[in-house]
């Protein structure tokens, strides 16, 4: 009885053994697929993060300088960011764009601030949900997530857009860069029925590094010559494209630019705007040493009254070659104990 309880014994644990041992191979090719699931995931995240860009602005610059322009997407050279209005297969303009881009949180939008700087704490992440509801944007709620028609999103009226640009220059790289990093479309409404004049009204900040890696996938067209999409939107910042007059500056004062003109007339306003173009324009050719000289400046900026310098300049010469060659001359036939020079001694020896 012994020996046939042992049997039994032995059958029973090489029976559990066989049906265990399969199992563990299935959990151990089921983790590897996990794996492999995860790792194929990794990599499409990666990929999305591959495009090409400028380079990051680096932290130790040695100068830079903030500069905020305002859009107008009904001049041509912004014309690409606003057409079409609607969606047309892969051509959408730039708000519906970003305004997808938020909608399914693939990337953050921030709040627009009273005093119109960007801030882009977590505590100033915009609630999706409260912006459609005031600026009365119709959306349906399923499923937790938030949905808006082609036909309801409020492209139309995005006709303007805020941006923020650091010029600066990387000592290390010895390069002059002017990067855009924020964006901000504006709404233009009516304020009544009778009033022809819009009113802006700022959406949201959204960081130009977030969204990078997208508008390196939304092609633009860049000419009304030739209708091939030849750039991307990414191209298009980073090349600088875009037309937009200066409204702002970083300031110890943190004030717009029309509240540090003298003045609230338009052309005092376009004059400093000039100005601080200017600035950024001679500090760049400062660096490169293309700065013409200040003391002929004159002649650059006259060719005429430079004509009759350089004239004037060689008849003075002229002039003062033929005294010193009378002069030379006088002295030659003087004493012959008086200096003379290695020419007239020469001329003596051959008489």
């Not at 912004?78 to 303009?93: D, H, K, S, T």
């Not at 067209?221 to 937009?244: E, I, P």
């Not at 702002?248 to 705007?273: C, F, I, M, P």
Request: include cysteine.
């Amino acid at each position: 009885m012994k020996r046939i309880y042992l049997l039994l014994l032995a059958a029973s644990l090489l029976t559990q053994v066989a049906h265990a041992q399969p199992t563990k191979r299935r959990t151990t090719s089921t983790a590897q697929r996990q794996g492999t699931t995860a790792q194929r995931q990794t990599t499409t995240d990666r990929a999305t993060l591959q495009f090409p860009t400028a380079a990051a602005m680096p932290e130790d610059v040695v100068w830079k300088r903030d500069i905020y322009r305002q859009l107008d997407l009904m001049k041509d050279a912004n014309a690409p960011l606003y057409y079409p209005v609607e969606p047309q297969g892969r051509q959408v303009n730039l708000f519906t764009y970003l305004f997808r881009l938020v909608l399914t949180g693939r990337a953050p939008a921030y709040a627009y601030q009273l005093d119109g700087n960007e801030s882009f704490d977590e505590k100033n992440r915009l609630d999706v949900k409260n912006l459609l509801v005031s600026r009365k944007i119709y959306f349906e709620e399923k499923d937790g997530a938030l949905q808006v028609a082609d036909s309801d999103v409020p492209s139309s009226d995005v006709t303007r857009y805020y941006i923020k640009e650091s010029i600066y220059f990387d000592q290390r790289a010895g390069t002059f860069r002017t990067r855009v990093t924020a964006l901000c479309p504006v709404m233009m409404i009516g304020s009544s029925e009778f009033d022809t004049q819009a009113t802006p009204y700022p959406l949201f900040w959204i960081r130009y590094d977030d969204v990078a890696s997208w508008l390196s996938r939304l092609p633009l067209m860049g000419s009304n010559l030739n209708n091939v999409n030849s750039l991307t939107a990414d191209d298009y910042f980073t090349l600088n494209r875009y037309d937009g007059k200066i409204y702002k500056t970083n300031n110890l004062q943190g004030r717009l630019l029309a509240a540090t003109v003298q003045g609230d007339d338009t052309a005092s306003l376009a004059r400093e705007q000039a100005r601080i173009e200017q600035q950024l324009k001679d500090f760049e050719e400062h660096i490169w040493g293309h700065r013409p000289d200040t003391t002929h400046v004159d002649s650059l900026a006259d060719p005429v009254k430079g004509q009759e310098r350089k004239s004037a300049s060689r008849a003075s010469s002229s002039s003062r070659s033929r005294r010193s060659q009378v002069s030379s001359s006088k002295s030659s036939k003087g004493s012959s104990q008086s200096a003379s020079t290695p020419r007239v001694s020469a001329r003596r020896q051959r008489r």
